[in-house]
Each structure stands twice: as structure tokens, then as C-alpha cells.
């Protein structure tokens, strides 16, 4: 059944227009009104919806019954990353989002080849949104990651609110410097349910200030292997890990 991103409040017996992406999906799959669509909020769970007119440019539905379906991580997962160049990033994104992801940080790091700032990077947080909103339509997710403003590496690291036992948070360097330990050994290290925050460098990895900046603020550096991987595929590989690890 279609699925669709509906970001307003939902109840059963509800007549609503949809926004504009999802009545332009609607029209391009000819459906016509009788038929039943899946809608999610991003709020939990999901509820049918039956089309009862087709316009030109917009499409109304009745809404109807909830189901409390959650296909979620069993842990917070959110990932930092030096965005990487050219159309990578879009690829992250979708894929972190399938995958299970609960945020995403783009951040300008020493390495970064990509820099927005402006209405420039306001439109690709914006891209990036709409992105992680359409895995969530295909892979059934119901709860639709943020994607966050893109920020400086280091006024990100000053903003981060401190781990204490009331607010426990794994915080993970993805890096091939020795010494550093296998995720899944920092993992096992915490109980399942205790939120993950992975930071991953772009082409090039973070440099040297960065590497001590993030390791003074928390961040452990596990690796994931001896083999070197693509900035975009470490990250994903270490999504995969930690939201595998719990049921």
C-alpha cells in the first residue's frame, strides 16, 4: 500500500488535504478515490486513509484507523558527519534513514570539501529533510529523523550538553588511529537502551585538533575493522552495528 508523509496532527474520521509532495505522488500513481493509502505523521505508528476526491493539483483523503506499528531501533542512533562531496551526501542521508537513524549533523570540518552557509545550506538541510522523508515512505519507518542546520565542527563540539547519569550517551569517533577499540566492544561496554552519537570525518578524515577536540569532549574512538572505508560507507556500517545490536 502507498505510504505517504502526512505532517500534520491524525485521528480517525479525519478530512484533510494532502500536502503537496504526497497529492503529486497520488496523481503520478493514478490512484483513484476509494482507494486506500497508508499516512504518517513521524509522531508513531501509522493510519489508513481512503482518497474521496482527486483534483487537479490536490488530493483529499478521510483518515482511518490508527496502528501502533513501530519499526524503530531499539536504541537512539544519531550520526555527525563531515559531509562528504558531490551527491554522496544525498546517499547517506537516504540510506541512514532506511537504515534507522534518529539524526543527522551535517558539519564543515578541516577536510570538508563541501561548504554551504546562507539560504545556500538552508536549502540543502531542507533537500536533506525531504530525503530522509522519502526512505521513511519506502522502508515503512514511522518516525522521520532530523536533519539539522549544517554547522562548524567546533562551535558543534561547544554546544553539545555534557553526559552525566541522568543524560547517558555513547559518544563514538569512527577512526583508524591505534589504540582505538572495536565498536562492537563499545557497545557491549553500555546497556541497550543508552543513545549512540557516531562522529565520522569526510574524504580525508578529521586532522589532528579535531581528532584531540572530539576525544575532549567524549567521543571514544572505535574502528570497525583493518580495512579503510569510504567516509559514507564507515558511517553507514557503524549505523548498521549499533542499531543491529539491539532487538
Known amino acids: 500500500m502507498p505510504r505517504f508523509h502526512c505532517p500534520a496532527p491524525l485521528h480517525a474520521g479525519q478530512s484533510l488535504s494532502l500536502p503537496a509532495s504526497a497529492a503529486r505522488h497520488v496523481q503520478v500513481l493514478r490512484l483513484q478515490p476509494g482507494q486506500t493509502i497508508t499516512l504518517f505523521n513521524g509522531e508513531g505508528g501509522e493510519w489508513s486513509a481512503t482518497i474521496t476526491r482527486m483534483g487537479r493539483s490536490d488530493v483529499d483523503v478521510t483518515v482511518g484507523t490508527h496502528a501502533a506499528a513501530e519499526r524503530e531501533p531499539g536504541r537512539a542512533v544519531t550520526l555527525a558527519m563531515g559531509m562528504p562531496a558531490n551527491d554522496r551526501m544525498d546517499w547517506l542521508v537516504e540510506k541512514a534513514a532506511e537504515i534507522g537513524v534518529t539524526g543527522l549533523q551535517p558539519l564543515h570540518t578541516a577536510h570538508s570539501v563541501l561548504r554551504l552557509s546562507g539560504e545556500r ?17 519506502q522502508c515503512g519507518g514511522n518516525r522521520l529523523p532530523s536533519v539539522q542546520p549544517v554547522a562548524d565542527f567546533a562551535t558543534w563540539l561547544k554546544a553539545l550538553p555534557p553526559v552525566n547519569a541522568t543524560a547517558p550517551e555513547l559518544r563514538c569517533l569512527l ?13 557491549q561496554a553500555v546497556s541497550s537502551d543508552t543513545p549512540v552519537c557516531f562522529l565520522s570525518g569526510p574524504e580525508g578524515g578529521l586532522n589532528p585538533q579535531e581528532d584531540a577536540q572530539a576525544r575532549a569532549a567524549g567521543f571514544i574512538p572505535v574502528t570497525l575493522g583493518p580495512r579503510v572505508l569510504r567516509a559514507e560507507t564507515a558511517a553507514l556500517a557503524a549505523l548498521v552495528v549499533a542499531t543491529a545490536s539491539v532487538p
Not at 536533506?128 to 521513511?136: D, F, K, L, P
Not at 577512526?175 to 557497545?187: C, I, K, M, V, Y
Request: charged share 15%; hydrophobic share 45%; proline share 3%.
Open 175 to 187: 577512526s583508524l588511529a591505534d589504540g582505538t577499540q572495536p565498536l562492537a566492544q563499545a557497545l
Open 121 to 137: 545550506a538552508t536549502k540543502k538541510q531542507a533537500h536533506w529533510q525531504s530525503v530522509a522523508m522519502a526512505a521513511c515512505e
